[in-house]
């Protein structure tokens, strides 16, 4: 039973997180935000596509991050403003 249970759970935990402001795949500020604070490696990688195939949503991952740069701990969005910065030089 608990093999079963650890499948279940791991496979759930795989699973591409619904974000509650992503509507219709838009990528709003809003959505960005839970994406970066909220979500898992694969709601990453989809972030880092869009952003790197469109500029507009890079530049919306920079805002976001700014308004939580203040923060030391909050490394996930220190993470991303790296990133966005070394791809929109």
Not at 72 to 81: G, I, L, N, S, T
Request: proline share 1%.
């Amino acid at each position: 039973m608990g093999r079963r249970l650890a499948k279940q759970l791991s496979k759930l935990y795989n699973q591409i997180m619904l974000h509650r402001h992503l509507t219709r795949q838009q990528f709003t500020l809003a959505a960005i935000d839970d994406m970066i604070a909220r979500g898992k490696r694969q709601d990453w990688a989809e972030l880092r596509r869009v952003a790197l195939a469109d500029r507009a949503v890079m530049e919306k991952v920079l805002q976001v991050c700014q308004a939580h740069i203040v923060d030391p701990y909050a490394q996930r969005y220190h993470f991303w403003k790296q990133y966005a910065e070394q791809h929109t030089a």
